[in-house]
């Protein structure tokens, strides 16, 4: 089965904080995307990538292929950072595959 | 502000109520997707639109009526709704239905239904 998990579900930390949210898929994808949806409901995808390592900001974003695992990560974390960060991937052909989620909370 | 628009933003409606929502967008993206999400839960594809044809339904009850006009709107037709149908409603769109394409994700109708 085609399965995406995602560690940790929920995730608290103080602001400035360096965050990782990691995301593990159990068969090989075409693409990760890694997604941030804020309490009112809206999606932003933040990246995608099917091999080695974006930046945007403060944002960066990591695969391995091999060990089929990617990692979110944050840098400098403000409480605008908190919102739930999905990761989704698409496995061959097939539609996107989400995981359960990461909750982040950032304290001022 | 998102580039997919969805209205409306909030609907509550009883079970024997029709009503639709919109979804637009003017990127010229010609895949367009229904989402549906409960609380705390990943969102669940519903429908896809590729150059305005159904191009998947996954087994979504026929309570739930698409429709695509045209290349920029999207329409989910609602009839009949069931109090487990509450849930926050997204739509979607990418340049095309590959599977390399990153969706662009409207800012959902929330919807309940008494």
């Known amino acids: 089965k085609n399965e995406v998990e995602q560690s940790p579900q929920n995730l608290t930390a103080q602001e400035g904080e360096f965050i990782t949210i990691n995301c593990s898929y159990s068969v090989g994808i075409s693409a990760l995307h890694w997604l941030q949806q804020h309490p009112g409901g809206g999606i932003v995808s933040l990246f995608m990538?099917?091999?080695g390592k974006k930046k945007h900001g403060r944002l960066i974003a990591t695969i391995n292929i091999q060990e089929k695992h990617s990692s979110l990560h944050i840098t400098a974390s403000h409480p605008r950072d908190s919102a739930v960060y999905i990761c989704?991937?698409?496995?061959?052909?097939?539609?996107?595959?989400f995981g359960t989620g990461t909750r982040l909370t950032i304290i001022p | 502000d998102t580039e997919v628009t969805q209205t409306p933003k909030h609907l509550v409606m009883g079970m024997t109520n029709k009503k639709s929502l919109k979804c637009e967008q003017h990127?010229?993206?010609?895949?367009m997707y229904w989402y549906k999400q409960k609380a705390k839960k990943p969102p669940e594809l519903m429908f896809v639109?590729?150059?305005?044809?159904?191009?998947i339904n996954e087994s979504v009850p026929s309570r739930f009526s698409p429709e695509c006009p045209n290349s920029s709107l999207l329409n989910l037709h609602l009839h009949a709704l069931q109090p487990e149908d509450s849930a926050l409603y997204l739509c979607a769109s990418s340049q095309d239905e590959s599977r390399f394409q990153p969706q662009h994700f409207g800012d959902g109708t929330r919807l309940s239904i008494l």
């Open positions: 639109y590729s150059y305005e044809k159904l191009s």
């Open positions: 990127m010229g993206h010609r895949a």
């Open positions: 989704a991937v698409t496995f061959g052909n097939e539609k996107l595959t």
């Open positions: 990538l099917s091999s």
